[in-house]
């Protein structure tokens, strides 16, 4: 066996290039695999970890008032294990040193101990105990440099109240702080507070009462049974419906973040491990078919099979080792920076990433797995070989010349032209393999060109197409529409629509979904609604009119009656036709005329809130004036939603995309590069013929480059076949409740991914090129 040793050690030193080249590629794979697991598995840890400590309800309920006494009824229910009312009410908040608008919602504590669900954690500092004191949310209180002794001012019910902060807390409720009817985080606007029970209670004349109710579940207990159950002994204080964890906005948005990670688990490695095991295949079945003689003199001498595929098989651990060592160390360094990333946005008390042996071993049997497959077919060249045949030389192949070929390789061809068509059309599974292997190289550039593209145009169709308003007023209740005609009287005041945002929950078939149903003009100007062609349509007088991604999720066509539940109001059940669907590529939601949608309420026209266009150099001082109105709940800047859509985008999904697109450069030179040098490898004998026989240099050289060029020529156009049916696959993956990327295929990426597959291919020619300067043509003339 030494002797098989020392074979595989000058193998492994011949081909030192192509081994890189292939290394790189598995860990590029591996390292997108170990990234996503290892904080696949952060995140679940922290969670699963938090919720524990904290005793993290499984039900919620939104209502407007109910009696406390009404609590022993409810613990009796069937299923319910424990149940804790609380008062939430939203206020407006100033903090010293910040001009802006900042929006809070104010949550009770008992005036003794931590409640029996959702406690929250003490970071600092001490619970509230006084009617002035309060505990803050942790990222609110880092956003504003706050800490316990720090005074802050809130305007509760119309009333301006100091306030002193006696903690600093984080609660599985607020893992993702998330403001109403945001998409993102934004902790400079919008902070949590917790207030002893009596003190808050009596500033929204709530003695005695509730209006949020947790429930945590018995186990085995049935929640849909539950909810059915709460829903119809809480219908008369209000109730807006109960709903499970799974629909809590910041758990929602948690478990979307966990299932885009799997996700990335499963795509990403596939088609990088994928290439590398093509390329796999095709290094060690040429290895091997350019060794025949010698593994036929080496079972002549007795090595058997075993030893003979055993001796292969190494070869190929070998470079799977080194990638997946390499792809672990950039996915361990990768890695913490993810994490340091996922602490801004998703607030557990403590993220710890670990490297755990099952990682490893993951990533290690993934890649050897991808190893195998690609050599499956050569080992079994190798196990059927007999020395007696495979000592002989090889037969001349024979050719045929069709019609065809008797037309590519014609005198108008030119000779050294026709040696390059001639040596591809003898081998065409060769040559196809090749095609295919730039190709999947090209679509991987594609794709992550692709991505940059899709998030160009979501940011300019939801910021410079669909939304139109620079200022967005949200009141604490619905108000009259009157208020339209005095916000029109205001001078910074260029146009204002109001709008009705309605919770529901809609069903179809076997499917629901709880969002809002948002009431607007029949032709909004300042938000509007577009088609699949980005034109702005008019909302039908009545129906509904959903977003494409929610209509799809529940199945639904237009025309289809669609099961509204109302969840404010007259908390009804009512069929309604879905008259038409929009393309948005941020937010799920539904849209109604909004005189239609007040009917459907029996109220009159009551708006939720309106949207204004200002002008700009008046836009402070009327937020000045508006920030003294007791009905506002919230002002939010478009600019500013815009500014942190932008933010997470570039923290997030960008900072992948420019990974994926340096991994897809390496593997395309590295693809290119493992090409050439095969191709000079087996052609050194016919290239230092054509030497011999008196061409210069340069010729033969072009021989060998412009067989390399014609297969990149030929490999373009399928890796445009197969980088759009990549992005569309992606396009799908990533599709989620926060955004959808819009499939958008521009000119510029198709020319991106042939620019790289071209300056991959001269790179890798000019390394080839020098060698082939340095080619010993004694030695290559040698007869095998």
């Not at 984080?170 to 893992?175: A, K, T, V």
């Not at 929204?204 to 119809?232: C, I, K, T, W, Y």
């Not at 390329?279 to 036929?296: E, H, K, M, S, T």
């Amino acid at each position: 066996m030494q002797a098989l040793q020392r074979k595989l050690w000058r193998d492994l030193l011949a081909m030192k290039g192509q081994i890189a080249a292939i290394a790189a590629v598995i860990g590029a794979g591996v390292m997108v695999l170990f990234l996503s697991v290892t904080t696949l598995d952060m995140l679940q840890r922290a969670q699963l970890n938090f919720y524990q400590q904290s005793h993290f309800a499984d039900v919620f309920v939104e209502l407007t008032r109910a009696p406390e006494h009404r609590l022993a009824q409810l613990q009796q229910l069937d299923g319910v294990h424990q149940v804790q009312s609380s008062v939430r009410a939203p206020v407006r908040l100033e903090v010293a040193g910040f001009n802006e608008p900042i929006r809070g919602l104010m949550l009770s504590l008992p005036e003794q101990g931590l409640p029996l669900l959702n406690q929250p954690l003490l970071r600092q500092g001490r619970l509230p105990e006084a009617a002035d004191e309060v505990a803050i949310s942790e990222p609110f209180a880092k956003a504003h440099q706050l800490q316990p002794g720090d005074q802050l001012s809130a305007i509760i019910q119309g009333r301006l109240q100091r306030l002193r902060i006696s903690a600093i807390v984080l609660s599985p409720e607020f893992i993702y702080q998330l403001g109403p009817a945001d998409l993102l985080p934004d902790y400079h606007r919008f902070g949590v507070l917790w207030m002893p029970r009596r003190a808050l209670a009596h500033a929204f004349l709530m003695d005695g009462a509730f209006n949020h109710l947790s429930v945590s579940l018995q186990r085995g207990a049935n929640p849909l049974q539950v909810l059915d159950e709460l829903d119809l002994l809480l219908a008369p204080y209000g109730s807006r419906g109960s709903y499970l964890r799974s629909e809590q906005s910041s758990h929602r948005f948690l478990t979307e973040e966990l299932e885009q990670l799997q996700v990335m688990a499963v795509f990403l490695p596939t088609l990088f491990l994928g290439v590398a095991a093509f390329l796999l295949n095709v290094l060690i079945g040429r290895l091997v078919r350019n060794q025949l003689q010698q593994i036929a003199v080496l079972k002549a001498f007795g090595y058997s099979h075993w030893a003979l595929l055993l001796h292969y098989l190494q070869l190929a651990a070998c470079i799977v080792v080194l990638g997946v060592l390499v792809g672990i160390g950039l996915g361990l360094w990768a890695a913490n920076g993810l994490a340091e990333l996922y602490g801004r946005y998703f607030h557990f008390p403590e993220l710890e990433l670990r490297v755990q042996l099952q990682h490893l071993a993951l990533a290690l049997l993934v890649a050897l797995g991808a190893a195998l497959l690609g050599v499956f077919n050569v080992l079994r060249l190798v196990a059927k070989l007999q020395p007696a045949q495979a000592m002989r030389p090889p037969a001349p192949p024979r050719f045929r010349r069709n019609r065809l070929q008797a037309w590519l390789l014609g005198p108008w061809l030119g000779q050294l032209n026709r040696i390059i068509v001639r040596n591809l059309w003898r081998h065409p599974l060769r040559s196809l393999l090749s095609v295919l292997g730039i190709a999947l190289s090209s679509a991987l550039l594609l794709v992550g060109s692709f991505q940059f593209h899709a998030l160009h145009a979501l940011l300019d169709i939801q910021y410079r197409q669909i939304l139109q308003m620079d200022t967005q007023l949200t009141f604490t209740e619905a108000s009259p529409d009157r208020v339209l005609a005095e916000l029109r009287a205001e001078p910074a005041v260029l146009a204002v629509e109001g709008f009705r945002l309605v919770p529901v929950r809609l069903h179809h078939q076997r499917s629901s979904y709880r969002t809002v149903i948002q009431g607007m003009e029949a032709e909004p100007q300042l938000r509007r609604l577009l088609d699949a062609e980005l034109n702005p349509i008019r909302l039908p007088p009545d129906g509904l009119v959903l977003t494409r991604y929610l209509a799809d999720y529940l199945g639904a066509s237009v025309g289809d009656a669609l099961e509204v539940e109302l969840m404010e109001g007259a908390n009804k059940r009512l069929a309604i036709t879905l008259a038409a669907v929009v393309d948005e590529p941020v937010g799920v939601s539904g849209y109604m005329e909004r005189r239609a949608l007040n009917r459907l309420l029996q109220e009159g026209p009551a708006l939720s809130g309106v949207w204004l266009l200002t002008d700009a150099t008046k836009r402070q001082d009327l937020q000045q004036r508006l920030q003294r109105q007791p009905n506002l709940a919230g002002i939010s800047l478009m600019s500013d939603i815009e500014s942190q859509l932008r933010d997470y985008i570039q923290d997030t999904l960008l900072g992948m995309m420019a990974i994926l697109v340096l991994m897809a450069a390496s593997i395309t030179f590295a693809v290119i590069y493992n090409n050439a040098r095969i191709a000079l490898a087996e052609r050194s004998r016919e290239l230092a013929t054509l030497r011999v026989l008196g061409f210069e240099r340069y010729q033969v050289g072009w021989v060998l480059a412009g067989e390399v060029l014609l297969l990149t020529l030929l490999a373009i156009p399928l890796g445009w076949l197969l980088g759009t049916g990549f992005a569309w696959s992606m396009h799908q993956a990533l599709s989620m409740d926060l955004f959808r990327l819009p499939f958008v295929l521009k000119p510029s990426s198709y020319a991106l991914a042939t620019l790289g597959v071209l300056l991959a291919t001269l790179l890798s020619l000019s390394l080839m090129l020098k060698r082939f300067a340095r080619l010993d043509m004694i030695t290559a003339l040698k007869t095998e």
